[in-house]
């Protein structure tokens, strides 16, 4: 029986597997299968129960913190707007206007914080950091030295603008405000001439101090008659002085530059633009001071219009020669022409058409009348007209786009056209005379009735 109950278990076992597998089998088969497998299956004992836990003591509250301040959009607080190129750059020039973009953008917004309303180049720069509302001669330093920039002479003879330069100086310390060390006057011989700039100059100041009574003792002179250049001479200046005196006491020295006042202007441009190129270069590099004496240029506000025309060219010759240093500058060097100076160089083209058309009308006008034949001038504005207007063509080739030309050849076309404008412009255009007797009576007069407390409270000013 035994036997028989574990076959039919089997065989039941085997059914069941059967019927997982082929639901289509017979239902009797499958009711044994079902009564074979009902076995109760023995109740788990049931798990004993969690201790209660104690309950955590609830954290204190924290504080809160105080809400911060409603902080603006990054675009409401940037101080300036960089612009983004559009399309990527395609050439070093792109690159070098967005960068020169940016530069601008920077220092317009350092002005605007520093509360500067007006462009930086109308104000005076001195790059040697010395206090330009400063009256010449009250230096700490320990040595004076004053340099009057001499002018071509008309004859062998001193000139109006060249006596006006020697003057100021006079007047300054007549008034005790300046006496200085040493005076030095520059300028050597010119061609067809026989005495040198520096020596008319020297004559001239003697023999008014001597007039007007003036002490210079103590006071060294120096004479630089080997350049005619103003760059040139203020060099052999510097090296002459550290020659006889050593290059420690070329650093105890501060040095008072006298000349006119385009002429000053001129030179502060080119120490701006064309920093190697400069004359106070050569200052700064020995360690140096200087300040400026501006001598004032008559003929722009002469009661003679032909007068008051030819200064107002020569002013414009003046912009030429801040352009001609930039040329020089950028076949020496090596390097790109200032894009400030193709605008500069456009500007004074309009400016001489202008002058042209004044001086056309002047003909015809019965309120504006030459006293002197100006035909010559005619013929030297039409010709520096077409000089200027050429050499704009040869450094800007293209009139759509701003990159100037670094081809030598064009820059030294260039070069040769405007130095012949500057040429005949000083030639032909310079209303500059010969100091007369009467103009030498009527200086000394104004000199003396002038007391020294006037003469200071006029230098002050």
């Known amino acids: 029986d035994t036997r028989i109950e574990s076959n039919i278990h089997t065989k039941g076992s085997q059914k069941t597997k059967n019927m997982a597998i082929k639901p289509s089998s017979s239902s009797s088969s499958s009711k044994k299968a079902s009564s074979t497998q009902s076995v109760k299956m023995p109740k788990m004992p049931q798990m004993p129960s969690m201790p209660h836990m104690p309950q955590m003591p609830q954290m204190p509250q924290m504080p809160s913190m105080p ?106 310390i007549r008034a005790g405000e300046y006496k200085p060390d040493v005076i030095c006057f520059t300028g050597g011989v010119d061609e067809g001439s026989f005495v040198s700039q520096a020596s008319a100059g020297y004559l001239f100041f003697r023999s008014m101090c001597e007039q007007l009574d003036i002490d210079l ?71 140096s001071t ?43 060097d090596r390097s790109f022409f200032n894009v400030e100076n193709v605008t500069r160089l456009k500007t004074t083209l309009h400016k001489l058409r202008e002058m042209d058309r004044l001086a056309h009308g002047a003909m015809t ?24 207007r050429e050499a704009i063509k040869l450094i800007v080739p293209s009139e759509s786009s701003p990159v100037t030309t670094t081809e030598a050849g064009n820059l030294k076309k260039a070069k040769r056209l405007l130095s012949f404008t500057m040429h005949e412009l000083r030639n032909n255009m310079d209303p500059d005379r010969p100091i007369l007797p009467q103009d030498w009576e009527d200086t000394v007069a104004e000199i003396t009735k002038t007391s020294p407390m006037k003469a200071k409270a006029a230098a002050a000013a």
């Open 365 to 388: 006008s019965p309120q504006l009348k030459f006293s002197t034949d100006m035909r010559l001038c005619f013929r030297v504005l039409e010709e520096s007209i077409y000089a200027v």
């Open 217 to 287: 003792s103590n006071i060294h002179f120096f004479l630089e008659d080997s350049e005619t250049l103003s760059r040139q001479s203020l060099l052999s200046i510097v090296e002459n002085v550290e020659e006889h005196l050593g290059s420690d006491f070329t650093r105890d020295c501060h040095f008072t530059l006298i000349s006119s006042d385009y002429h000053v202007f001129r030179m502060q441009e080119v120490h701006r633009l064309s920093p190697r190129q400069s004359m106070l270069t050569a200052l700064e590099r020995h360690g």
């Open 67 to 172: 809400s911060m301040p409603h902080m603006p959009h990054i675009n409401q607080i940037s101080p300036i707007s960089i612009p983004t190129p559009k399309s990527p750059i395609k050439s070093l020039h792109e690159l070098t206007e967005q960068i020169s973009e940016l530069l601008h953008l920077n220092t317009h917004h350092h002005h605007h914080h520093q509360g500067h309303g007006s462009d930086s180049r109308n104000h005076v720069v001195d790059p040697s950091h010395h206090d330009k509302n400063q009256v010449p001669g009250t230096s700490t330093r320990t040595t004076e030295i004053a340099v009057i920039f001499g002018k071509r002479l008309q004859r062998d003879q001193m000139t109006v603008e060249y006596g006006n330069r020697v003057v100021s100086l006079i007047r300054l």
């Open 290 to 332: 200087y300040s400026f004496l501006f001598a004032f240029y008559p003929f722009c506000v002469s009661k003679d219009p032909a007068v008051s025309f030819r200064g107002r060219v020569m002013i414009l010759a003046n912009e030429l020669s801040i352009i001609l240093v930039d040329i020089n500058a950028a076949l020496r």
